[in-house]
């Protein structure tokens, strides 16, 4: 007999599941056993993965900023885990117009912050709960022609980060997912900076979610599917300006494509 998953009966939230990360998330938790509630704020987008993953899926459509009391009603009054994965990967320099940095705010960050002021009475009383982000690699690191996207998911790791620290002994466990490329309509989207930086090395969904599983099993509060970035990430704390000079060399690279 097969030994009971971990995640059996485990009711779970994803957000932007409605393709990408998102569903690939969806989908593994399913076939660990949880319920899973799929959220997207294209109704079709959340029905259609829902129905393929079958009964234990409930599509919740609607703004990820507010589906945390939605959701919790449709899972029986109980959100055992949530991944924060919606986001936008809006471009840009500093000159981008006023309201694309406020929906990247809103939606890479404070979309985050309200589900953990919705989730942490009831985890915080239980003793229990988990909170999963995806943030990217851009987080960690950066990315050339968007920084509305850096800047909120810098953002997005800073605050699970202070969550991890600061509820952990109070057994909220913390996850920060940050691939790089990965093979969605989001990296699409990133145009020609995405083909330059992330297309070469990009992966499936599914092993986004494999290495969510690995870290959550060991766990790891950093995800990095990229193992790479683990280098990256030290050789921009320890030699900044070096780091800098290398990714500005890339941007000139982009400039003159």
């Known amino acids: 007999m097969d030994p009971v998953s971990a995640y059996q009966d485990q009711r779970v939230v994803v957000t932007g599941a409605g393709g990408g990360i998102g569903a690939a998330l969806a989908h593994r938790f399913a076939a660990e056993g949880a319920t899973v509630v799929v959220n997207d704020l294209d109704p079709a987008k959340a029905a259609a993965v829902a129905g393929s993953i079958g009964a234990r899926a409930i599509p919740v459509p609607g703004d990820a900023s507010a589906v945390v009391a939605e959701a919790r009603e ?3 009054g109980t959100v055992d885990i949530y991944c924060a994965n919606a986001g936008l990967a809006s471009g840009g320099d500093a000159f981008a117009d006023e309201a694309v940095w ?3 705010w809103d939606t890479n960050v404070m979309a985050h912050v309200r589900a953990a002021r919705a ?6 009383e239980r003793g229990t709960g988990r909170f999963v982000s995806t943030v990217s690699a851009a987080g960690l690191l950066t990315m050339i022609g968007a920084a509305p996207y850096s800047v909120t998911k810098h953002g997005a790791l800073a605050f699970a980060e202070w969550l991890s620290l600061t509820y952990r002994h109070r057994g909220v466990q913390v996850h920060a997912i940050c691939p790089q490329g990965v093979r969605t309509d989001m990296l699409t989207a990133a145009g020609s900076a995405g083909e330059l930086v992330l297309a070469p090395t990009a992966i499936e969904p599914e092993a986004v979610a494999d290495a969510l599983f690995d870290g959550m099993e060991k766990g790891r509060f950093l995800i990095l599917p990229h193992p790479e970035v683990a280098d990256f990430y030290a050789a921009r704390a320890t030699e900044p300006d070096r780091w800098l000079s290398g990714m500005n060399h890339l941007q000139q690279k982009w400039e003159t494509r």
């Open 74 to 76: 449709a899972l029986g």
């Open 102 to 104: 406020e929906a990247a």
């Open 119 to 124: 989730l942490l009475p009831d985890w915080l």
